[in-house]
């Protein structure tokens, strides 16, 4: 099956496995042939006609996503015919195309844009009026479709049937009134519909939420990894920190899927994609003692009365909060200053019931934070066994728990209105965190640790696949990575 | 590069320069020229003999300047026929303005033929370099800079930044 047939593209010699057609072996080898229908993992409908090229021996000029790569085959994308073929093929993708690229946000990452610019031809041959059709249609809570705008590729039905399996979109009418719509009595909504807005290869399928908020030229891309849940899917970040008046001063613009084969394929999840985009708000940046007296103290200091503070009572009644939001480094870290130093016996880092959610076949899983697969690897939840937020809730009740340490979880969300008088009556109360929450308002000691995309580090995922991500952001204020206020615990804590 | 030294001679002056007095006249020689060639063109354009107009001095800031008719000057909005701003906040001057003087930010248009439209647009005059690339880039015609204005003092910095409203003022 795994044959190596060799042919020519332009003069070079491309290999292609068994079965492939000239587009995907010219893809995979780098070579970038135009194309609007044929996605990967989408299927080669052969609609769009913008892959012509010219086959020696062949009396036309065929689509290349339809044919097969064969032994010793000659085929041209660059001619002269080429080029005429796939001009032609665009001039009538244009027909009814408003080219409203001002007001368009895939301006800057649109085909149409790319391949008019390429091929040059710059006159339209029109003399009708354009046909007119939908605009600005709210599909559903995350896409806006615009009809003129579409090139009926067909990606987006092929993805809601064979993809999200959700079958909500399809194209109605025929000729000039063709169009792309929502099936009758339907909505967009399925948890993978952000998806859409990547595949449309024009920009027919926006994102609603990013609608208008900046331009794709200032954006910054980073490779990352999702930290929605165990899955780890591999995205690109986006951020915008060159105009800082745009995106409403928000620093994270969207997050894109990054291929990956093993773990996410194309696809993300809508939970991962729109979940992170309030990432500034209510961000810590100082390192604070709230109680008795509120100061605002240096990491010295403030390390110094942690420290302290942590040997002021028997460990037996201390209690620690932490999750799957840990990378491995901050992990290692963890387990050295709480379990080989001071020697912590009450753990919570279990995803119940605050971290967990819905799953399903595709991508999505329960647990919603990355990494409780790299604590694991380090004796937490195999060696040590995680509390539940209830038996932590009777233990403080009975006073057998003094002092409790949350690293980025809020009590909160588990213990809803008996949160405050369990919180207030501990003794000494760390929050650790990138956020605001409860637990860190009525903590003694408040430290601001960096988010997920101001520092880089390492996730494990649910399948064992260690995945790196990069750094996209400055971190804030005074905020230091979590394994960076463990190490320095430790180093003071070390007899 | 290494450094080099390279001698250079210098100029070697005789009595008469070193006089000044011959440079002097040389250089009042000119003045006069053009004083009596200037007389003679506004004498003979009185006379209606010849059009070729003579030298005149603008009394400038007592007399308004005199501005060519491709001046870029300070910047306009321009408006729709129904007095909405034609700008839809395409953000290709922004884009391509050099000193990053412009600064807008969009919005949904309640017209879904406009569809998208500026919520604020500001050009930072203080820091503009009057290139007029912002004018040669907009897809839409909306941006001019002929509002015919070069006095754009202001007391502060901030005072220097146009907004919106104030760009579109006197534009009917
Ligand atoms: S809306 Fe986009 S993805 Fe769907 S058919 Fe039209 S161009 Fe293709
Ligand atoms: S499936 Fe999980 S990791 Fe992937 S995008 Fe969704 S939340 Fe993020
Ligand atoms: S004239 Fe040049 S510098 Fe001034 S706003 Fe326009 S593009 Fe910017
Ligand atoms: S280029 Fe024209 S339409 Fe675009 S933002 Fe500037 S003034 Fe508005």
């Known amino acids: ?495 | 590069m290494a450094m080099t030294v390279r001698p250079v001679s210098r100029p070697r002056r005789g009595l008469l320069e070193q006089s000044y007095l011959w440079e002097v006249a040389r250089g009042l020689g000119v003045t006069f020229r053009h004083f009596f060639i200037n007389l003679a063109r506004h004498c003979l354009r009185l006379a209606g003999l010849r059009a070729e107009p003579g030298a005149v001095t603008i009394q400038y800031p007592d007399e308004p300047a005199v501005l060519g008719r491709r001046a870029r000057t300070r910047h306009r909005l321009l408006r729709r026929p129904d007095g909405s701003p034609r700008c839809t906040a395409c953000l290709l001057c922004e884009t391509i303005c050099p000193a990053r003087c412009i600064r807008i930010t969009a919005e949904e248009s309640p017209d879904p033929a406009v569809e998208k439209r500026a919520k604020t647009f500001d050009i930072d005059l203080g820091m503009c370099v009057f290139c007029g690339h912002c004018v040669e880039a907009c897809p839409v015609d909306a941006i001019h800079m002929d509002a015919d204005q070069v006095e754009l003092a202001a007391y502060s910095r901030g005072d220097m930044i146009w907004d919106m409203p104030a760009l579109m003022r006197d534009t009917k």
């Open chain 1, 1 to 495: 099956m795994d044959k190596t047939l060799r042919f020519t593209l332009d003069g070079r010699p491309i290999e292609a496995r068994l079965g492939e057609t000239v587009l995907e072996a010219a893809t995979r080898a780098g070579v970038m042939i135009p194309h609007y229908c044929w996605h990967q993992a989408l299927g080669n409908p052969g609609n769009c006609r913008m892959c012509i090229v010219e086959v020696e021996g062949a009396a036309k000029p065929q689509v290349s996503c339809r044919l097969p790569a064969r032994e010793g085959l000659v085929v041209r994308s660059i001619s002269p015919a080429a080029r005429r073929a796939q001009c032609s093929a665009l001039e009538f993708h244009l027909v009814d195309h408003p080219l409203d690229c001002p007001v368009c946000d895939q301006s800057g990452e649109c085909g149409l844009q790319d391949y008019y610019m390429d091929i040059g031809r710059y006159k339209s041959a029109m003399r009708e009026d354009k046909a007119h059709a939908g605009k600005r249609l709210a599909l559903g809570p995350h896409i806006m479709l615009d009809q003129e705008r579409c090139i009926m590729c067909t990606r987006c039905t092929r993805f809601v049937g064979q993809v999200s399996k959700s079958h909500e979109l399809g194209i109605f009418g025929r000729g000039h009134r063709q169009a792309v719509d929502l099936v009758p009595g339907r909505a967009l909504d399925n948890p993978y519909s952000g998806n859409l807005a990547d595949i449309c290869p024009v920009g027919a399928l926006t994102d609603r939420d990013f609608r208008f908020q900046v331009r794709v030229w200032y954006l910054d891309s980073t490779e990352s990894i999702c930290p929605g849940c165990s899955r780890g899917c591999n995205i690109f970040v986006h951020t915008s920190t060159r105009r800082p008046w745009q995106n409403q001063g928000r620093r994270l613009a969207r997050l894109k899927p990054r291929f990956s084969p093993e773990v996410n394929g194309h696809w993300i999840c809508d939970e991962g994609r729109y979940g992170f985009l309030d990432f500034d708000s209510k961000r810590l940046g100082r390192v604070m003692r709230l109680k008795p007296v509120s100061e605002e103290l240096s990491w010295d200091r403030a390390a110094q009365e942690v420290a302290a503070a942590l040997r002021r009572k028997p460990v037996e009644g201390l209690a620690v909060a932490a999750s799957g939001a840990l990378s491995n480094e901050d992990w290692l870290a963890f387990k050295e200053l709480f379990v080989d130093t001071l020697q912590a016996r009450r753990f919570l880092f279990a995803p119940e019931p605050d971290q967990a959610g819905t799953e399903d076949q595709l991508l999505r899983r329960r647990e919603k934070t990355p990494n409780l697969e790299g604590g694991k690897a380090l004796g937490f939840g195999t060696k040590i066994e995680s509390l539940g937020w209830d038996s932590l809730a009777g233990d403080i009740e009975a006073g057998k728990v003094w002092g409790l340490y949350v690293i980025d979880r809020d009590p909160a969300q588990a213990w809803g209105g008996r949160s405050r008088e369990l919180l207030e009556r501990l003794d000494l109360l760390i929050y650790q965190g990138p956020r605001q929450c409860l637990a860190g308002e009525l903590a003694h000691y408040r430290l601001p640790a960096t988010a997920w995309l101001e520092e880089e580090g390492h996730f494990t995922n649910f399948q064992g696949n260690v995945q790196g991500y990069q750094r996209a952001l400055q971190p804030l204020g005074a905020a230091k990575p979590d394994w960076a206020i463990f190490a320095d615990l430790e180093r003071r804590l070390k007899p």
